[in-house]
C-alpha cells in the first residue's frame, strides 16, 4: 500500500535565544492508506504539535509533511487552503458545530464549500448520516442533540468529502461512556468499512485501543511503537497501559 501521510525529521521549536522549547524534535512517522493510527504522550509530549502541523494549523521548523503526494510545507496561501478543504477532514473534542445550522445543513456546508455537484450533496450527506446513525437528527440544530450526537454529526462533516486524511484530537474527550463507545465503533466501522485513514490524538487508553497502531510520544520524540495486529481489543488495551506505566507519572491520567 502507499502512504497518504509521510511525515520525515520534523521540528518544531518555539521561543528564541535561551528559552528555547522543542516540541517536535526529529519526528518521523509515516501511514499507510487505510490505517487508523493513535498517538498519546503526556503533557507536553508533542502529540498535540504533532497534529497542528499536519492539519496545517502550525507551520514546522523544519522537517517535511507529505498528504497524499503532496509536501504541504511547500503550499501557501489558496493552495493550502484548498488542499486543506479537499483532502483533509477535522474532528475536535468541541465538535466546532455552527449554532445557527441544522446538523443537515452543517455536513452539506463541507460539500458546499469544495463546489460539490448540488445534486451530489443531498445524496452524500443522507449516506453518511446514516452510515453514523444520526438521520433522525438531521433537521436538529446542535443544541437540541446529545454531546454524542453532536460528535457523530461533526465525525459526517468531517468524512463527507471523502478526505485522504481524518484528523481527530481528543474526539472522545467530553463525552460519557456510551457516546465514546458508539462514535469510537462508528470511527472503526469508517476505518475498516470504508478504508478511512485516521490520524487520532488521544489521552485515554481505552480509545486508542480501537487503532490498529498506536504511537507514543515523549519530549518531541517517538518513544514507543505498538501495533495490534491479531490481539483482540481488550489484549491491545492491556499492552497500552503497561506503555504508559512505563512511561511514567505524566501519563498518570490515563490508568
Avoid at 477535522?90 to 455536513?107: G, P, S, V
Avoid at 457516546?179 to 490524538?201: C, P, Y
Avoid at 498506536?214 to 495490534?228: K, S
Amino acid at each position: 500500500m502507499s502512504n497518504i501521510l509521510e511525515v520525515t525529521d520534523l521540528k518544531r521549536v518555539y521561543g528564541k535565544g535561551g528559552s528555547l522549547t522543542r516540541a517536535l524534535d526529529g519526528v518521523s512517522l509515516a501511514l499507510e492508506a487505510g490505517e487508523f493510527v493513535g498517538v498519546m504522550g503526556p503533557s507536553g509530549s508533542g502529540k498535540t504539535t504533532l497534529l497542528n502541523c499536519v492539519s496545517t494549523i502550525d507551520r514546522p521548523t523544519s522537517g517535511s509533511i507529505v498528504i497524499d503526494g503532496k509536501e504541504l510545507t511547500r503550499l501557501k496561501g489558496r493552495e493550502l487552503a484548498k488542499f486543506r478543504r479537499e483532502r483533509l477532514g477535522f474532528i475536535f473534542q468541541d465538535c466546532n458545530l455552527l449554532d445557527t445550522l441544522t446538523a443537515y445543513e452543517n455536513i452539506a456546508l463541507s460539500l458546499s464549500i469544495v463546489k460539490a455537484p448540488t445534486q451530489k450533496i443531498d445524496k452524500r450527506v443522507r449516506e453518511m448520516a446514516e452510515f453514523l446513525g444520526i438521520t433522525d437528527c438531521l433537521n436538529k440544530y446542535p443544541y437540541q442533540m446529545s454531546g454524542g450526537q453532536q460528535q457523530r454529526c461533526a465525525a459526517a462533516r468531517a468524512m463527507v468529502t471523502r478526505p485522504a486524511l481524518v484528523l481527530a484530537d481528543e474526539p472522545t474527550g467530553a463525552l460519557d461512556s456510551k457516546a465514546s463507545s458508539m462514535l469510537l465503533g462508528r470511527l472503526d466501522a469508517l476505518n475498516q468499512e470504508l478504508g478511512t485513514t485516521i490520524l487520532m490524538v488521544t489521552h485515554d487508553a481505552f480509545t486508542a485501543s480501537c487503532c490498529r497502531r498506536v504511537v507514543f510520544l515523549q519530549d518531541g520524540q517517538i518513544f514507543l511503537e505498538l501495533h495490534r495486529e491479531s490481539d483482540s481489543r481488550k489484549a491491545f488495551f492491556q499492552k497500552i497501559i503497561q506503555v504508559t506505566a512505563q512511561m511514567g507519572g505524566g501519563m498518570a491520567d490515563v490508568l
